[in-house]
């Protein structure tokens, strides 16, 4: 009887034991603790113990983050991000996609923006458009990589990084579904089942969003950086590139911006040959700072009082909506929300997607 009561309490001792190390592989890590390179922009001094990096990436969105966490593997980097941070932030989720996106507040993650007489939005987090987009994860076509000059090679053995951190399949929304089946009736064909390349025909992609809802954006890239290597600070907004002129060629060699107390700070780029400032603050912030940086049409800078660095016409040029024809299917019932799943894509170059919305009249 002894020996059995004895079984009993080392089973509930290996019980407990494994509860407690279940409990400790859970992430129960605050954002803090799991990202201690990222901090408010105040926190930069460039009066004290000055630092300086090989490559300043100014917007941490969805270009900045990937860049900066491969980078930082063999470099010293800076990332300057004008919003604040995506974790556990509720309003990200896939449910409450639309409420953020008609956040209007002054630190809304969705900045608005009319053209035009078109309303706009524009990212303001870390993890950029991936912090409030819809989500849909796809391949771009081998002919864009080659337009713009990539090397496919490289491209496709880049895929998987990000595709193993933050992709997944989608489970299919009966909406979502019904859309796949409506455009393989119509002849958006062939079926091409899931998949993340760009195909002619229907497919299902990728999805950014987990079963639960919770989105997993380039923010979460940050996790393979080099922590050592890495300073991300938030509430950081670029004003100006600074430039050394000294030699007839300008060459970058810092960055001013302006922390969220409305602090000025300049941060420098170290000596290192192949040091670079990056801008990755969108088609819109990238073009933005060069102007306000006096790269850009003389004339026009000159206009607005900018002293010109390099003159350059085709800055801030040529830039065009996305043409989208939006129909909308209102229901007499309740329909399970989605965003984009499933897609048609067709050889005239026009491209089917859609999305459900509960909307209160
Ligand atoms: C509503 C919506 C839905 C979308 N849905 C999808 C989708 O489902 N799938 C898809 O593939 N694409 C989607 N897109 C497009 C996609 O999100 C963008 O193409 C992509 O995010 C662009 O990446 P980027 O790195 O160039 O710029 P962004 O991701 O916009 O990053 C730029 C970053 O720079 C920061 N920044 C700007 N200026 C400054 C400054 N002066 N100082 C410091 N920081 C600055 C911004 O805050 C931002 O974080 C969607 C876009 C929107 C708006």
């Not at 509720?90 to 969705?110: R, W």
């Not at 026009?300 to 009082?305: I, T, Y």
């Not at 229901?331 to 005239?348: D, H, K, M, P, Y």
Request: glycine fraction near 8%; aromatic fraction near 10%; charge should be positive.
């Amino acid at each position: 009887m002894q020996q059995y009561y004895s079984m009993v309490l080392i089973i509930k001792f290996f019980l407990l034991l494994s509860l407690f190390t279940f409990c400790q592989g859970k992430n129960t890590n605050t954002w803090e603790e799991e990202y201690p390179f990222i901090k408010n922009a105040s926190s930069f001094s460039s009066v004290a113990k000055i630092k300086e990096y090989d490559y300043i990436i100014v917007g941490g969105g969805t270009a900045g983050c990937p860049l900066a966490a491969t980078l930082s593997r063999n470099f010293k980097v800076l990332v300057l991000e004008r919003g604040g941070v995506p974790y556990g932030n509720k309003n990200t989720s896939l449910k409450n996609f639309h409420i953020n996106l008609a956040d209007t507040s002054p630190n809304s993650p969705a900045q608005l923006f009319v053209v035009e007489g078109v309303f706009n939005v524009r990212p303001r987090i870390l993890g950029g458009g991936s912090s409030i987009n819809a989500g849909f994860y796809s391949r771009p076509s081998l002919r864009s990589l080659m337009e713009l000059g990539l090397d496919p090679k490289l491209a496709y053995k880049s895929y998987p990084w990000v595709e193993k951190q933050i992709v997944q399949w989608p489970v299919l929304n009966p909406w979502q579904s019904a859309i796949r089946s409506a455009l393989l009736q119509v002849g958006i064909t062939p079926d091409n089942g899931y998949s993340y390349e760009h195909l002619y025909g229907t497919k299902i992609g990728g999805t950014i969003f987990d079963k639960d809802g919770i989105r997993h954006g380039a923010a979460e890239l940050l996790k393979s950086a080099n922590p050592k290597n890495l300073d991300v600070l938030i509430r950081a907004t670029a004003q100006k590139i600074v430039f050394d002129q000294s030699s007839g060629k300008p060459r970058a060699v810092g960055v001013i911006f302006k922390d969220e107390n409305g602090e000025q700070h300049e941060a420098i780029l170290s000596n290192y040959n192949k040091s670079e400032v990056i801008l990755s603050s969108g088609a819109i912030g990238s073009p933005q700072l060069l102007l306000l940086s006096g790269i850009g049409a003389k004339a026009e800078l000159e206009q607005m009082n900018i002293s010109v660095v390099l003159n350059n016409q085709f800055v801030g040029k040529g830039m065009a909506d996305n043409p989208q024809n939006n129909l909308i299917v209102p229901f007499n019932r309740l329909v399970a929300q989605s965003l984009v799943q499933t897609v048609g894509i067709t050889r005239e170059g026009v491209y089917i997607e859609a999305i459900v919305r509960k909307w209160k009249v």
